[in-house]
């Protein structure tokens, strides 16, 4: 059984940080890219930021230059640090990775339960 776990939401004001980490764990064979997702109630699940296992990285236009991700492969963690918060970045984030388990021997994508940043104005 392979779970993602994430943590480090909450309330902050804009221009704020919060840094989200992710906990890959269970009986996994490996890991190539993990990712943040964030889904607000007014639009549907969008890419936040990735980054593959060599850790070349990916991110949203609207938050470059204000998010960094960054992984440690020997812990099979995810994070992301989230800096100049704005009131738009509200959402509930999800953790994202694609493993392969030792139950299956096959790559499928896994998902966390989300956690919910608040930014306020």
């Known amino acids: 059984q392979v779970q993602l776990v994430e943590s480090g939401g909450g309330l902050v004001q804009a221009g704020g940080s919060l840094r989200l980490s992710c906990a890959a764990s269970?009986?996994?064979?490996?890991?190539?890219?993990m990712g943040w997702y964030r889904q607000s109630p007014t639009k549907q699940r969008e890419l936040v930021a990735d980054?593959?296992?060599?850790?070349?990285?990916n991110y949203a236009s609207s938050v470059k230059g204000r998010f960094t991700i960054s992984r440690d492969n020997a812990k099979n963690l995810v994070y992301l640090q989230m800096n100049s918060l704005k009131p738009e970045d509200t959402a509930v984030y999800y953790c994202?990775?694609?493993?392969?388990?030792?139950?299956?021997?096959?790559?499928?994508?896994?998902w966390g339960q989300g956690t919910q940043v608040t930014v306020s104005s």
């Open positions: 994202n990775a694609n493993i392969v388990s030792r139950a299956v021997w096959k790559e499928l994508t896994y």
């Open positions: 269970g009986s996994i064979a490996s890991i190539s890219t």
């Open positions: 980054i593959t296992r060599g850790g070349n990285t």
